[in-house]
């Protein structure tokens, strides 16, 4: 299985099950889940694959995002140009849909999406109009008259839709046909609900966090108009505000956090945990002992960090300090022993051996992901081509990241590479640019660094936000006090994997509540 599908597949499942938790809960508020863009943090957005994991989250209504081609062919596609969501270039009202088609909508959000493709309105519509997940249509661009005229024909019809048009003069357009679908218009406050049910008659109002009020929802019930909140990205806290009122929708694009909130009392639900130098490391293991990769795999860890070293023999093996005091008691640098000195040594607490990498991953081989930070000194291409025979031998590049800057060279295309705060403006500046990012990068720092602008930023351009929460970071506070107060921050923002040392996976074994 591919490794970025393998990790969508752990949390659509964590969500699934999230989601049938909820099922009574949801029902009981009546509030219908709108997935914006479809399942856009798990998959690329307006994709087949995006569409599915809506689906598997126990989406409502699928977003979809109407743009026609030169040809007039109806393609779901969010932004005026192809540009940031495909590898070609233009405005898609530009573009023949033989063009279209050929296009790769997935590589620039991870790289195991290669290969998706823009999703015409037809085949949505031909997939999803007798399940139970409807379609939101959020018509762009082109010509409204034709459209309506086909989706009715594809099967679009008042039971199983709705429509929205960002341009008020389009909306007009489209109430003028009388076409008998429902429509949706957004109202800034509770002042302008009436003129603007005058003029549109919506089945469906929108309204953000900020807009929302008792008094604008009871004007729109009494007109039996249904009230959509809107929340875009990942504000956690506001879902929270909108629970306040009396809502029947939800646009969003977090709806398995949104179910788990509804449903646990206000919890968040589980991150994916990366387990710090090579598994659980307490006062029970070392690291890189066996045990505590044993140990990590039970508690649930999804993925470990590996220092990988070399011998001066060229023998890679697992092992994080430059000497080898602090573990096994023997006063030499890493570069200075031969494997065959160095397999008899024994760890000073747990009597265990070194292992080679290629033994390491043979333990992690279909159980863990990894995250490699390079320790060499001599960061050669003979290295680097040992390093890819292990983890290929033991399929071990499926959602593959890297610590390591110079891997850059030797596994770009084929792995994510973290990057530190102070280097998010280079990554914002190939953003603005077009250039592809989230399926390049991941955006990780010590806990204590990352901020609400650096964190919203990464989740804009829809990179990985993976916190270091180490022992080592928290010098001026007792640990636990700071990783705790870190941990509950970052998942406040939105943050779903985690770096840590295994001290602190005590602080996910209990619910987060906002």
């Known amino acids: 299985m591919n490794g970025n599908r393998k990790l969508v597949n752990w949390a659509i499942g964590v969500m699934a099950f999230f989601t049938s938790l909820n099922a009574d809960a949801q ?41 026609q081609s030169k040809d007039g062919v109806y393609y779901n596609m969010h932004d005026e140009s192809v540009d940031r969501t495909t590898d070609g270039i233009g405005k898609l009202a530009d573009l023949t849909s033989g063009y279209i088609e050929q ?18 309105i037809e085949e949505l519509v031909g997939l999803y109009k007798d399940s139970r997940m409807k379609l939101y249509v959020d018509f762009k661009a082109g010509d409204i008259a034709d459209f309506v005229t086909k989706a009715k024909a594809w099967g679009v019809t008042s039971e199983n839709s709705f429509f929205y048009f960002g341009d008020w003069e389009m909306a007009k357009e489209f109430v003028a046909l009388d076409t008998g679908l429902p429509l949706k218009i957004k109202v800034g406050k509770e002042d302008d609900f009436d003129s603007l049910y005058q003029a549109f008659h919506p089945e469906i109002i929108e309204v953000e966090p900020a807009n ?45 956090v949104f179910a788990s909130l509804l449903q646990n009392s ?17 006062e029970l293991y070392e690291e890189y002992d066996p045990q505590g990769l044993e140990e990590a795999y039970k508690r649930g860890y999804g993925m470990v960090e590996v220092d990988v070293c070399e011998t001066l023999d060229g023998v890679l093996f697992v092992h994080h300090d430059r000497d080898f005091k602090r573990v096994y008691g023997v006063d030499k640098e890493v570069t200075e022993v031969t494997w065959d000195e160095l397999k008899h040594y024994r760890s000073l ?35 680097y081509e040992k390093l890819r025979a292990v983890l290929e031998k033991h399929g071990l590049m499926e959602n593959l990241i890297f610590l390591d800057r110079e891997a850059r060279r030797y596994f770009w295309g084929e792995a994510r590479f973290g990057v530190r705060v102070r280097e998010l403006p280079e990554i914002v500046n190939r953003y603005q640019r077009a250039e592809d990012v989230a399926c390049h990068f991941f955006l990780f720092d010590h806990g204590t660094e990352l901020t609400a602008q650096s964190i919203r930023m990464a989740q804009k351009m829809y990179m990985e936000v993976i916190p270091s929460v180490n022992i080592g970071h928290y ?18 923002m939105g943050v779903t994997s985690f770096q840590i040392d295994s001290d602190y996976d005590m602080f996910f074994k209990e619910s987060l509540t906002l």
């Open 212 to 256: 929302v009020s008792k008094e604008l929802i009871d004007k729109a019930h009494a007109k039996g108009v249904k009230v959509m909140g809107w929340i875009a990205q990942d504000q956690r806290k506001a879902y929270l505000d909108l629970l306040q009122y009396d809502i029947d929708m939800m646009n969003l694009d977090n709806p398995d």
């Open 349 to 383: 607490r747990a009597g265990f051996s070194p292992m080679t990498f290629d033994e390491y991953a043979a333990l992690c081989e279909g159980r863990f992901d990894l995250m490699v930070d390079v320790k060499s000194v001599n960061k050669t291409p003979a290295y």
């Open 475 to 492: 010098k001026l506070e007792f640990h636990k006090t700071g990783a705790g107060r870190d941990i509950k921050y970052n998942r406040s």
């Open 27 to 67: 029902a009981a508020r009546d509030i219908e889940l709108v997935v914006h863009r479809g399942g856009n943090r798990h998959a690329p957005e307006n994709t087949l694959a995006a569409a599915e994991a809506a689906k598997k989250m126990g989406a409502d209504y699928l977003e979809m995002d109407v743009r």
């Open 266 to 282: 206000k919890a968040l639900p589980d991150p994916y945990l990366i387990a710090h130098r090579g598994g659980v490391v307490e």
């Open 103 to 120: 296009l790769d909508a997935g590589s620039w959000y991870r790289h195991g999406f290669k290969d998706e493709h823009v999703p015409a």
